[in-house]
């Protein structure tokens, strides 16, 4: 045999070689990909499940919520309540809301939200005294577009946690077509992220289930004459929701951001003494002290007192006994009254 026939069978010998090795290979990856062989259980287990979050009562209007949310900083915004802006953004989406005069008759809202968010809030307008105390008993965070010089520096005394547009304007944003001051709206968003939230969870309110059905009246009204008729609020309660439906100068109180009519679990008259400020236009509704209280819930009127010892303190909900009165699970709106004969409260007697 020829050298050159040898040296070509040594090679044809090694190409055989590595071509068996190289198809043997395949073979097996084709049995591990399910093309030829059986297909190897891939499975690891069953799928695993999100962590499950801790589920607690939200402390200022009772839900069940993630412990995270419940825990959050509260936030605090003023808005309007003329005629002509009706209906404002976002008060259905508030845990709660305060309702009290400036002046003039006019009535403004102090909407809080905590556990819940909403992505248009206003017309926002400016702070008052007696909303910046009540603000600063939930540890809020405060939003409002200036004020007058008395709650401006009661913000100051009272180190009240302060959002104001003049100050944190990217937080706020004027709305194309709205005049002028009645066009600066929010988020909740933008709120939470204008400044870095103090971890301090708002003080609780207590809360109960609803009463049952057939143990709640068929209808119950409450009416309140702040001042003139384009301000006078009514509330009709619905035995079936166990709630109550807003009325403002004798029409159905919306939500502009989803048309849906204002209502409430609990509506909490507290008679507030108040006086206009010498020399000013502007009221001095007090907050500070306690003074009589009526909790209207599940179509009954439970009277106690409210106690709020200093600015920084809690607002607390005591009946007769000096015992915490439960309110229902749902949205809270507190009505700061001037005195009782402003409150008119009618619940149907039954038949038979």
């Known amino acids: 045999m020829s050298r050159t026939n040898s040296r070509f069978n040594r090679y044809f010998i090694i190409f055989i070689l590595l071509l068996s090795l190289t198809l043997t290979g395949l073979a097996c990856e084709r049995g591990k990909d399910g093309g030829i062989g059986p297909k190897p259980n891939t499975k690891s287990g069953k799928k695993k499940k999100p962590p499950k979050q801790d589920v607690v009562t939200a402390p200022l209007d009772g839900v069940k919520v993630e412990s995270r949310l419940a825990k959050r900083q509260a936030v605090a915004v003023m808005v309007e309540n003329l005629r002509s802006i009706r209906p404002q953004s976002g008060l259905s989406r508030a845990s709660m809301v305060v309702e009290g005069q400036t ?3 006019i009535t403004r809202f102090m909407v809080v939200y905590q556990e819940k968010g909403a992505s248009k809030i206003g017309p926002v307008r400016s702070a008052r005294s007696h909303f910046v105390k009540l603000a600063k008993g939930l540890n809020a ?3 409002h577009v200036g004020g007058s010089k008395f709650a401006l520096e009661d913000i100051k005394i009272y180190g009240v946690d302060d959002l104001n547009q003049f ?7 004027r709305v194309k077509g709205v ?35 057939e143990t709640r009246p068929q209808g119950q009204k409450v009416a309140i004459d702040f001042s003139f008729p384009n301000y006078a609020v009514t509330w009709d309660y619905d035995q079936k929701t166990n709630s109550y439906l807003r009325f403002n100068g004798g029409l159905a109180h919306k939500d502009a951001e989803n048309d849906s009519q204002l209502k409430a679990k609990n509506i909490l008259i507290m ?18 002290g306690s003074g009589r209280l009526q909790v209207i819930r599940d179509g009954i009127v439970i009277e106690g007192r409210w106690s709020k010892a ?3 303190s809690p607002l607390r909900l005591l009946d007769n006994l000096g015992q915490d009165i439960p309110l229902n ?16 409260i009618t619940t149907p007697v039954p038949k038979g």
Do not use: C, M
Not at 167 to 172: L, Q
Not at 202 to 211: G, I, N, V, Y
Not at 329 to 344: D, M, T, Y
């Open 271 to 288: 008679i507030t003494p108040t006086r206009q400020i010498p020399g000013t236009k502007l009221l001095d509704i007090v907050v500070t």
């Open 167 to 173: 100050a944190y304007s990217s937080a706020f944003r």
């Open 179 to 213: 005049s002028a001051p009645h066009n600066v709206f929010t988020s909740t968003t933008l709120l939470r992220g204008a400044k870095k939230e103090r971890d301090i969870t708002p003080p609780s309110f207590s809360f109960k289930s609803d009463d049952p059905k």
């Open 141 to 143: 965070l405060y939003a």
């Open 103 to 105: 002046e003039g008759g």
């Open 310 to 312: 200093t600015v920084s």
């Open 329 to 344: 699970r749902g949205q809270v709106w507190f009505e700061l009254v001037p005195n009782a004969s402003k409150v008119k």
